[in-house]
């Protein structure tokens, strides 16, 4: 299907363009055009409202929605749940994430993503986050530490072979991953994210030169930096190359501490939600707190954040632009994950996009050109 979408403001990623609109074609962007009120009487034309367009959001670390928990119940209702839970949000990509678990839960994770992924080739599911078990009890924050343990190259092989490339993000420890471990998983293409860490400086950076270009959710559940011993976070910092998610929510870490890595880190900061729900059952039990979650002992879990909440307090309590607070939310972490093309409204680009108020509300969302409005 060819069509225009006019009448709106866009954050293309790289620039700010009112009155422009979106030329679309079988899925893709067509032209980024100026809003001339002439059309071919050929291209059927869809009125923006007046509202913002953005590229979809991407959420690299996300656990359930909608009393669905993938890491409780890592089954196609829950993905089910997650899909429409993203996609009213405005977001078009996630990576449905299995915390440290037992070995057949895992392995049920990878199944079911597959399945989900033929059965809707064109959903939103980017593939499964990993994050443990081989990360470091120490930093296990709500992690269940009966499953933590030490990879080995044998093990990494059978979780290869059973996630057959639905595996994109792996989150473990640089202290307790041997270089033939990590050599096997870049090799792989899974993207190696240092995270539950208690790594000195010196281990966290050669984590970094070794393969790792991501980290999980910055200052949560790792080593912290401090005058003698830099840590995990010292280290992040000075890993040119390396990515860090954050948990934007005023919780799980105050909004000066994004506010200063986003001037240290610049392009390399990127948001995730983090985001579970409500689970009685299973390894991971949470009840809602006022706006965040915890688990039986009262231990700080997963966030209650939507994507576009997390870009809401990065321009209202951190003092971002509103243009880079919508870049931390899809093109940094489509550059994290190697989606091309993603990220950015421009000409050759995936037709996934969001359209939004001036209070960040979404209004309708985008997927390979399918448009579907949330309020009418």
Sequence with gaps: MRYLLRNCTLYTGTAVLPQHALLLHEGHIEAVLPDTGSWPADVPVVDARGLNV?????DLQIYGAGGH?????????????????TFRHGTTGYLATMPTNSWHMMRTALEV?????????????????????????????AHQEEFIHAPT???????????????????????????????????????????HSNAT????????????????????????????????????YDAEQAYASII???????????????KIMGERLFLITDAVTDSQH???????????YVDEQGILGGSALTMPQAVRNCVEHVGLSLEESLRMASLYPA????????GLLQAGHQADFFLFDANLEVHATARIGELHWHLA
């Design 248 to 262: 934007a929510d005023g919780i799980h870490c105050d909004f000066a501490s994004v506010r200063i890595s986003q």
């Design 113 to 141: 993503g597959q399945e989900f992924q033929q059965r809707h080739p064109a959903s939103g599911l980017l593939g499964i986050h990993l994050e443990g078990p081989y990360i470091n009890p120490i930093k296990k924050g």
């Design 201 to 236: 400086y010196a281990q966290a950076a050669a984590g970094f030169r070794e393969g790792f270009t991501a980290a999980t959710h910055l200052f949560n559940a790792m080593s912290a930096l401090q005058g003698r011993e830099p840590g995990m976070v010292g280290a992040i």
């Design 153 to 195: 190259v044998t093990e990494v092989e059978e979780l290869l072979k059973l996630a057959d490339g639905i595996l994109k993000i792996m989150t473990l420890a640089p202290e307790v991953a041997t270089p033939e471990v990590v050599a096997r998983l870049r090799e792989a293409g899974v993207v190696l994210s240092a995270g």
């Design 335 to 342: 550059r994290v994950a190697g989606l091309q093309q993603l």
């Design 54 to 58: 953005a590229p979809g959001l991407l």
């Design 282 to 292: 299973g390894a991971y039990r949470f009840q809602l707190r006022h706006d965040h």
């Design 69 to 85: 928990l993938f890491s409780v119940s890592p089954g196609l209702e829950a993905l089910t749940a997650l899909e429409q839970h």
